[in-house]
């Protein structure tokens, strides 16, 4: 086995490894995100540990994050990704974790921090703990509730919650209609204000946003739900290998009478079923931080247990480094 950088003109090649080996829906570490961190102004390196023939038997996207005073961090999001029939998952892991440890000295990279997608259980938290120094919570959701969508219609309807069914109804009774397109990019930013604000939470900038778009093309669509020709309800939605994710929503507070966000899920789903997709991920899910959110997408599939991810950790390259840098977090 050797460890190699992928370069642009073979990201056909990485992303088909993403698409059939990762355990979810793989875009964060894709060429597709590769691009958008690039658009942003961050390195991005793609980092593959392969056989002799350079088939590629795992894969890391590793994101550099300036820090002060010239050093950085590497952040590597729901990543690495094995393949599937590795034997030897240890070794590859150690192979790649040795090049990254080489390439933080030349980097300056005082830590890399990884929230893999791997299920949370005890087997994968010895691993982790032997591989890394310390756990540090979550950077992508540390739970998510997944989907499949290998029934019909009519059996995914019949499995939800009656209040979910009874919302959508609703929605299609008021005559709420959807649509998508990049056009209603405006019309997504602008209750993505409105909801920040409601539920006084930070939202990434307006132009974070239209750089994903941008960048993502094809495997992002902005899914809209209309009232009278007025934007209600927005979705960012991902379709990307088996998987379409609920990535961000936003809704306007005024029109909450008309349920638009149930029949808007709802149509998504039935949009991915009719794109061949297999899984549908609703991202995110926190019954203690996000009661009210979680409860909304627990309503499509209550019958189906949460995905609950091994979280994130830090591996340290630089410890005195990385102690001020901990310090300086705790005083924000």
Same mark, same amino acid.
């Given at each position: 086995?050797?460890?190699?950088? $992928?370069?642009?003109?073979?990201?056909?090649?990485?992303?088909?490894?993403?698409?059939?080996?990762?355990?979810?829906?793989?875009?964060?570490?894709?060429?597709?995100?590769?691009?958008?961190?690039?658009?942003?102004?961050?390195?991005?390196?793609?980092?593959?540990?392969? &056989?002799?023939?350079?088939?590629?038997?795992?894969?890391?996207?590793?994101?550099?994050?300036?820090?002060?005073?010239?050093?950085?961090?590497?952040?590597?999001?729901?990543?690495?990704?094995? +393949?599937?029939?590795?034997?030897?998952?240890?070794?590859?892991?150690?192979?790649?974790?040795?090049?990254?440890?080489?390439?933080?000295?030349?980097?300056?990279?005082?830590?890399?921090?990884?929230?893999?997608?791997?299920?949370?259980?005890?087997? @994968?938290?010895?691993?982790?703990?032997?591989?890394? =120094?310390?756990?540090?919570?979550?950077?992508?959701?540390?739970?998510?509730?997944?989907?499949?969508?290998?029934?019909?219609?009519?059996?995914?309807?019949?499995?939800?919650?009656?209040?979910?069914?009874?919302?959508?109804?609703?929605?299609?009774?008021?005559? @709420?209609?959807?649509?998508?397109?990049? &056009?209603?990019?405006? &019309?997504?930013?602008?209750?993505?204000?409105?909801?920040?604000?409601?539920?006084?939470?930070?939202?990434?900038?307006?132009? $974070?946003?239209?750089?994903? +778009?941008?960048?993502?093309?094809?495997?992002?669509?902005?899914?809209?739900?209309? +009232?009278?020709?007025?934007?209600?309800?927005?979705?960012?939605?991902?379709?990307?290998?088996?998987?379409? @994710?609920?990535?961000?929503?936003?809704? &306007?507070?005024?029109?909450? =009478?008309?349920?638009?966000?149930?029949?808007?899920?709802?149509?998504?789903? @039935?949009?991915?079923?009719?794109?061949?997709?297999?899984?549908?991920?609703?991202?995110?899910?926190?019954?203690?931080?996000?009661?009210?959110?979680?409860?909304?997408?627990?309503?499509?599939?209550?019958?189906?247990?949460?995905?609950?991810?091994?979280?994130?950790?830090?591996?340290?390259?630089?410890?005195?480094?990385?102690?001020?840098?901990?310090?300086?977090?705790?005083?924000?």
């Amino acid at each position: 086995m050797k460890a190699i950088f $992928y370069r642009e003109q073979s990201v056909e090649k990485w992303d088909e490894f993403i698409r059939n080996n990762s355990v979810d829906f793989g875009l964060l570490q894709s060429s597709y995100w590769a691009k958008f961190q690039r658009s942003l102004g961050r390195e991005v390196f793609l980092l593959a540990a392969t &056989d002799e023939e350079e088939n590629i038997l795992a894969a890391a996207l590793i994101i550099e994050q300036p820090l002060k005073f010239g050093f950085n961090y590497f952040y590597l999001p729901r990543g690495p990704i094995l +393949v599937d029939a590795a034997t030897d998952q240890l070794s590859l892991l150690e192979l790649l974790w040795g090049e990254i440890g080489r390439l933080a000295q030349t980097r300056r990279a005082v830590f890399l921090r990884f929230d893999p997608a791997w299920q949370d259980n005890e087997a @994968v938290q010895l691993l982790l703990s032997g591989l890394v =120094e310390r756990p540090v919570g979550q950077v992508q959701p540390r739970q998510t509730l997944i989907l499949a969508l290998d029934r019909s219609e009519t059996e995914l309807l019949a499995a939800m919650k009656p209040k979910t069914r009874y919302n959508i109804k609703i929605a299609q009774k008021h005559k @709420v209609t959807i649509d998508w397109g990049g &056009d209603y990019f405006e &019309d997504f930013w602008r209750l993505t204000e409105k909801t920040s604000q409601r539920q006084q939470i930070v939202s990434h900038p307006k132009e $974070y946003y239209r750089k994903m +778009v941008a960048a993502l093309g094809e495997q992002i669509q902005i899914m809209v739900a209309l +009232v009278d020709r007025q934007v209600v309800a927005a979705n960012l939605v991902i379709f990307f290998g088996d998987w379409c @994710v609920y990535l961000h929503g936003a809704s &306007d507070y005024v029109y909450r =009478e008309k349920m638009a966000p149930f029949l808007l899920q709802w149509t998504t789903i @039935v949009e991915a079923k009719k794109k061949g997709k297999k899984y549908y991920d609703f991202w995110g899910v926190d019954e203690d931080k996000w009661p009210g959110v979680s409860r909304f997408k627990k309503g499509f599939a209550p019958n189906t247990a949460f995905t609950a991810y091994a979280g994130a950790w830090d591996k340290i390259y630089r410890p005195l480094w990385y102690n001020i840098y901990q310090l300086a977090i705790r005083k924000r």
